[in-house]
C-alpha cells in the first residue's frame, strides 16, 4: 500500500488492472471516478498492525481483528484501515497500520485494542474493489494521475481505508471493498 511513494511505481501497472477492480478507471481515455467528500471526526478503538503492508494486513484483519470484534460484539459497525508509514521511507518491517471500529467513548471492551479519534475534513474518495496486491495500485492511481490536476494538495491527515457495514469481503478470492480517502486541502 504505499500511498506516498508514488514516484517509485511502475507508470504501467495501473493500466494492466481491470477498471472494475478498483471501482475506477485504469484507462488513459477514461477519468478516474474520484469524489471530494467531507468525513466527520469518527471515536473508533483499534488494533494495530506493525510489518509490511498488502497481504499481511488482510490476514492481520481475518486472524486478529475479526475474532477480537466478534468477542466484543462489534460486528455490523463501520471500520477503517489507517496506514501510518511511507513504505518508501519506513522500512516494511516497522510500518504501522490501525485496524479501526467506530464505538462510543464509554464502550468497555476486551482485549487489546487502543481508542483514538480518527479526524475528519476534506478527503478525495475512490470506491475500490480488489484484492490486497490490486489496493496499492489503486493508492498510487489516484495520488499520480488524479491529485496533481485536481487543484488540492494532501495535508497531514492519515490516508484511510473506510469500510461501511455492507462492505463485501469474498475469503476465497481475497477481494473486498471499501473507499479510499486521500485527506486534501486546497493548494
Known amino acids: 500500500m504505499s500511498k506516498f511513494g508514488l514516484f517509485n511505481s511502475n507508470a504501467d501497472q495501473a493500466r494492466r488492472i481491470n477498471a472494475s477492480n478498483h471501482g475506477g478507471s485504469t484507462s488513459e481515455e477514461s477519468p478516474m471516478n474520484v ?39 462489534l460486528l455490523g459497525r463501520t471500520r477503517y484501515g489507517v496506514s501510518l508509514d ?22 468497555m471492551l476486551s482485549g487489546k485494542a487502543m481508542r483514538k479519534v480518527i479526524p475528519g475534513g476534506k478527503f478525495a474518495a475512490l470506491a475500490f474493489h480488489g484484492t490486497a496486491r490490486d489496493v ?32 463485501a469481503f469474498d475469503p476465497a478470492t481475497g477481494k473486498f471493498e471499501c473507499e479510499l480517502c486521500v485527506p486534501v486541502s486546497p493548494l
Open 35 to 73: 469524489r471530494l467528500i467531507d468525513r466527520q471526526p469518527a471515536e473508533v478503538a483499534y488494533l494495530r498492525h506493525t510489518g509490511p503492508y498488502g497481504e499481511q494486513i488482510s490476514q492481520f484483519w481475518q486472524r486478529q481483528v475479526l475474532p477480537w470484534m466478534i468477542a466484543n460484539n
Open 86 to 107: 511511507d513504505p518508501s521511507v519506513t522500512k516494511p518491517q516497522l510500518c504501522r497500520y490501525d485496524a479501526c471500529v467506530e464505538v462510543a467513548q464509554v464502550e
Open 136 to 167: 496499492e495500485i489503486a493508492w498510487d492511481r489516484i495520488l499520480r494521475d488524479w491529485l496533481p490536476s485536481s487543484g488540492l494538495q494532501l495535508d497531514a491527515r492519515p490516508f484511510l481505508e473506510h469500510y461501511p457495514p455492507t462492505a
